[in-house]
């Protein structure tokens, strides 16, 4: 077993097999789950992968909360499909996740005990409708502005996956830039909720981007083994260059006082978010952060039942399968 371990080790530091390797990505080659990779590239995508599949299952929970409430059945039918489609993008990943030797209860069981991370951004409430047209409008279209370069990245079922969610993830950011105009053409009142739902989602959203570069602790690896295409800044800043004539064609107020055109960059200049809320909101301690993971929580212990009876269905049938060979 030892002498097994070593072999696998000294394999992994193999500079022939790394160099190999490292060529393939860089032809643009997919990576698929039979071929050889280096241990560091397998465990890296597991995290991110999980994490991804983890943010779509948590972040059915702040939209999920508004179904019921949806001001129209037309609402309410387009609320629906999305957060059913966000349970299916968190099953592609998680089945992507799965071809690299993690079980899908495994991932779960690290969520749930807090091992596992999601997106900051579901420790957010949602405390009206027009925080449900903001996180469709802010919140999907930042995943998308994240997402679109994913389907180019080099791990074969997770590129894959992404292609599929990307094409959803765009009606999603669509219905809340719908919902979201609605209410700031609406009553002034409306138009107030809908600029309080910009101005409470705005730096959450751009957390979604993860930290500045300087403290990425894996963007320079991962952008190495394409498992990211871009930085975490590249992103953030083409979230704000694209959203800032989207806040102003609606006729709201920037969030953000910090928001310039630069001629000299061609980029919007931008505050950056407060980065110590962002550290704390992923150490566990956001506004949400408890209410989400006992809802996780209690829905793995309500389906046990489930999972149990799907289980005992398929070792029988195993069984009975064994018997007649
Ligand atoms: N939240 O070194 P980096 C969606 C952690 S999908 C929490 O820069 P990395 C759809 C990071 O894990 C949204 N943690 O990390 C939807 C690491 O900690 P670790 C999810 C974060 O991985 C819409 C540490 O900080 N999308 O919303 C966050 O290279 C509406 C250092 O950071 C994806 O997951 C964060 N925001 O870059 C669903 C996309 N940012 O793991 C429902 C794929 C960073 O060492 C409703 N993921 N951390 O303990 C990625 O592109 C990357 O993983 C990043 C982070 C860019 C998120």
Not at 208 to 232: C, L, R, Y
Not at 283 to 310: E, F, I, M, S
């Amino acid at each position: 077993m030892y002498a097994q371990m070593v072999k696998s080790e000294a394999t992994q530091d193999d500079p022939e097999k790394l160099a190999a390797f490292q060529a393939r990505i860089d032809r643009g080659e997919k990576i698929e789950p039979k071929d050889w990779m280096p241990e560091g590239y397998r465990k890296t995508l597991i995290r991110q992968i999980g994490q991804h599949a983890h943010s779509e299952i948590v972040g059915q929970l702040p939209e999920g909360n508004w179904i019921t409430r949806a001001p129209t059945l037309e609402r309410k039918a387009i609320l629906l499909a999305k957060v059913q489609d966000e349970a299916g993008h968190g099953l592609y990943l998680y089945c992507a996740a799965e071809t690299l030797g993690v079980s899908r209860d495994e991932l779960t069981e690290m969520l749930l005990d807090g091992r596992m991370k999601y997106s900051s951004i579901f420790n957010y409430p949602t405390l009206n409708w027009a925080d449900i047209g903001a996180v469709g409008w802010l919140v999907d279209g930042a995943a998308i502005m994240n997402q679109v370069p994913l389907q180019r990245t080099s791990f074969g079922p997770y590129s894959r996956a992404m292609i599929r969610v990307c094409k959803e993830e765009s009606f999603h950011q669509r219905q809340g830039y719908d919902a979201i105009r609605k209410m700031a053409e609406g009553t002034p009142e409306q138009k107030k909720m809908a600029q309080d739902a910009l101005n409470r989602l705005w730096f959450p959203s751009l957390m979604m981007f993860g930290p500045s570069d300087k403290d990425s602790v894996h963007s320079e690896q991962s952008m190495a083994w394409k498992i990211k295409m871009n930085t975490n800044d590249e992103l953030r800043q083409k979230f704000v260059d694209q959203t800032v004539p989207q806040i102003e064609f609606l006729g709201l107020e920037l969030p953000d006082p910090g928001i310039k055109w630069n001629e000299e960059r061609g980029h919007y200049d931008y505050t950056d978010p407060d980065w110590s809320e962002f550290f704390d909101v992923i150490k566990g301690n956001g506004p949400c952060n408890t209410d989400r993971l006992a809802a996780r929580n209690n829905a793995w212990k309500d389906g046990a039942w489930v999972r149990d009876g799907l289980l005992a269905h398929a070792q029988k049938k195993a069984a009975r399968k064994h018997a007649a060979e």
